[in-house]
Every structure is written in structure tokens, then in C-alpha cells.
């Protein structure tokens, strides 16, 4: 199967290697045979209709820090649209870094794509984040698949699960931590009773969180999940105008040590009649009570009680391995015409 | 979509109740409109080509016991063989009790549907514990589905969700607690310093054990779900002699009161190279330190890290929504003709 890749940092990275590890396998067990026709990053394009070569390809990226470099197949200052739409590719990754206040180049990218035909695996929360009610309308139009798991718990299959237990009961309502970095910085002020600056200091030096934290302890991150989620799970046509969202920045230790003996403050995402992030108390030791920056999301069924699922929920190889789910879930969808 | 169920005890009930209830839901939401053909418990059947009516069948089972006595369409004493093949269903939910000295009729019912060209939902652990792989190939042979994802967790979607986190990532090896009986007898025994027999008396009073429960306490159940989850996540053609089973019949406190205070001894399933059931420590407050009659499942990935899924692993209800999501899994493969 043909794959264009837009945008190539830490994710892009992990998955061409991770794709080139397992292809033995991969082709065994599910007769997937990947072939990288195209990868863009800023500065330009690597483009082959016979497959780029991993290892060539990761160097020239490593060596002059663009895929333009790579000898014969590498070309500067590309039309990354036009691109999408003429490389011959059945499937785009969408992988480009983005921010709230610019989902371009992004919504650009995965709209080239759904025009030209191109099955999309989206690993960018931005663009869901502010437009994907239209973005699935324009997938179904288009009749192209649009998948994105890797956007909410990385390589923790959390859509996939919340779908599943949809299918035989009823979800009622769900909670859930995921945020990693805000994770960490509640369970630091808990066990070891350091204050917010402390915490996220301690978290910044351990590289769980960023340099300039704001989406993560502003509950913005958790709020995109959220809305990624309602749309897919809960079938609810949200954006993240619909969230009401409170963070942690600054939040008093005080608060941490108001909460009773058997609670733990966490940093919540609750999906009943509104959907919500804000800080909230749940039961120490509890499902939902996850240490260091583990997620977990807790779904309330009808018939089949509370079910949670945990584990880590970021991370460059994590989410290239929710990226590979999603390129198998769309490869068995076609059957398997190459 | 044409149905028939053999064996209709506490799950077949519950199944065609839910069915009922979310007949205009899973019409709209999958187009899904089931029609119960056939019905048989040890005494007869019930049959009808449009479709049994509900209310009526279930007043049958109660009133008098079996569903031959439904006015019209009950009819004692048939071969229900001859009615999988000949009932017209394009499914058979295969539900009768067996035990492992004797896993007929159970057997007989899966390869008559498969030689009738049926897809087979089953219910019934036992069947697939001694003789999976070779109902796996009759199957495929036969070119139909045959799925049974509620005899491993019953509502929770534990095959599912492994083989989701399969497709992206490698399942490097897996503990689980995988029965609820057992899980309640050890925590009441670490939670109130019960001697096993106390702690068994009080699990059968509260309906968490049989009157029997030896299949639970010798870890029999356990090994079961254990050659399932083998067979079909791990790839593996094992039946149950090819688990080490020990249980935990008669427990010394001694067990107990000797574990750390930072562990707990669950009955766990493990499987690394080797596949084996018995008591084990686990990490307190960790994710295998589920409380009551609850179950987790925890994979250790490759890539991804310790991901664990928890929540109730029984009852009537619970495997009737595991038994809708098969059937709504075949139903979406099948395309959607009825």
C-alpha cells in the first residue's frame, strides 16, 4: 500500500522505523507490504514511486534536518497540497506540528487529501480538536476512510475500546485522566507533597512535560481528547467551543490537602450531559487513580458497570503504534487490492 | 437478520431481553433488525419463520419451564441438530450448559451450524477450552464466523482489546485475573483475615460462587479463558492440557498473612512462554489489585507499555451484551444483506 507522510518529526520518525522493524511480520500476518512514496516536512519533499529507503531517508533527516536532502529523491520548497494529491499514494499520514491558534497547515493537508481520494490517519489533535464534525462530513463525502486513534491515549487503544463496549451496551457516561504531563505533576503535589511550581519544574526536568506547558496544565490537551472522543463515541457533533475547561496552572496545595484521606485531586475529563475538564477528586486507589503519567478513562456502562482502561497514553513510538492500528484497520477495510 | 439459539438458560434470556429493548436503536444505529427463528432447550423448541415474539417466549421458559410450550410454534422433543440445519437462521447462538467431562451437546451444535454453513456465536467456554483449534479450521473450512467474545470477561471486551493493541504493537506477555469467584474469596481474605472456608461460605451466600464452585476454586474457569485468550490473541493452538493449572482450594491463611505489605495473592493467568494458572503475588494498589468480583487483564507491550483493562467479568446480562457485539460484528462483515 502507497503512504504519503506530511510532516516528519518524532512520530513520523518512530513509524517509518517501526513499519520497517515489523515488515516481515506485517506482511505475514496481514499480507501489508508498506511502500513510502512521499514524505514532507517544512522545508521539502522525499519522493519515490518505487518506495523511499528507510534508513537513507532517517539519515538525511538526522544529517540536514529535511527529507529534501535525500540524494536523488529529495526535493526543496514542494507544494505540499499538490503534492498529496499527485504522488500517487492511497493513504495520507497527517503529521505536522500545529497549535490552536493555527490549525493550517493541517486542515489544508487532511482537505487535499479527502478531495484527491486518500484514506487519512490523522495524528494531529488541532485540526479535530476545532473541525471535526465537518472534516468526518467531508470524508464521507468524499467516501474516503478517516481514522485518528493515535490522537487520544497514543498507543492505548482508547476509542477502539469505548466503540467496542458501545456496540453490546450503553455508555452512560465517561471519566477519564488523559493528560500524562498534569498527571504527574497531581500525583508529585500528592505523594510528595510539593507545590504546583515544584512539580511542573520536576516534570519538565524529567521530560513529561514541555518547556512551555500551557495546553497540558490549561487543560486544553484533555479538552481536544474530549471533543475527539464525544464526536466518535458519543456520536455528538462537538467542537472545542463545547467544553467547558479549567486547568491546573497554579492550583493551591491547599486544594491537594483538602482532599479527604481516601481522595486524590486528578485533572479530569467528564463526558455526562456536558462535557468537562477541570480538576475533581476521585477515589484514592480507585480505577481512575493512576500514578506518574499513566492515563486511564473509565466508562460507565448500562449493563456491564464501570470498565477502565489504563496505561501510558503519549509518546513518539506509542502513538506510531496507533498509527499502525489505524493503517491495518484501513488496509482490511479494502480488502487488500495493493 | 434470521437467529436461532440453542440453550435457553439465564444468558439466552437475557439476550433475546436486550435485543428487545434496543430493537429501535440497533435499527437505526446498524441497520440490524434480528428475527428469532428457532429457540431450543432440552425439552423442545419454538419455531417460527417471522420471527418469535419475545414476551411470549420468555412467559413460556418461565411458566412451564420450556419453550415447546409456546402456543403455536413450541414442539417437544426435537433433534436440535436437525433444527440448526434446518431452521433457515443465518446465525446459531450456541448457549446449552457443559462441563468438562461432558462437552457435548455443545460440540455437535457448532459443527452442525458450520457444516450448515451457519456463523456461530458461542456462549460456552467448554467446547472451545478442548477443542478450539480444530473448530477454528472446521470454520474456516466451512467459510463462516465463529466468535465468542463473552466467554473471556463477558461484557468486557478483553479479546478485543488485544488484539487491537496486536495490530499495532507485540504482546510481549500477559497476567490476568480472569474470575470473579476466586478474586472475592482471596480480597475478603486479605480485607477481613478470612480463612478460605468462611470466605467461601460467605461468596456462595452473596451469589458471587455456586453451590459447586469447584470449576472456580480449582482454577479450571481460569485455564479455560486462558486457552481461549492463547488460541486467538497469541496465536497459539493449545487446548486445556496445555495449562499448568493449580488453584486455590484450601488456601492456608499462612498464604495470606505471608505476602508483603505492598502485595496481594490472586489466582492469575499467565502467559510467557509458557501457559499457567495459580496463585500469585501481585503489586498492591497496582493494576491487578482489583477488588471484588472484579476482573483486569494486563498486557505488557512491546512499544506500548503495561495496559490494563478492568471491570465486572460475569454474569447474565454482561455476556448478553459481549454475545450483541459478535453479532453486530458479523453483521457489519456480512455487508448488511438479511
Redesign the interface.
Known sequence: MKIAIVGFGVVGQALVR?LNE?SGELYRQHGFAPRIVAVMDTRGAALSAQGLEIAALLHAKASDGTVAALADCGVAGVDSEQVIAECGARVLIEATPSSLRDPQPAIRHLKAAFRAGLHVVSVNKVPLAVALPGLRELANYNRVMFRFSGTVG????VL??AQ??A????ILSVRAVLNGTTNYILWRMHEAGLDFAAALAEAVRLGYAETDPSADIDGVDTAMKTVIFANVVLDRAATLADVQVAGIRDLPRERIAAAAAGQRVKLLAEFGEALRVGPEEVEA?G?LDVPANINAVSLS?R??????????GAGG??T??????DL??IWHALGSAP
Open positions: 517501526l515489523r497514543a498507543g492505548l487503544p477502539a475500546l467496542q463496549c456496540l453490546g451496551d450503553e486507589h480505577p456502562l449493563h456491564g458497570g464501570e470498565v477502565t482502561l489504563r496505561g501510558p513510538v506509542e506510531a503504534t496507533g498509527v499502525l492500528r491495518l484497520d
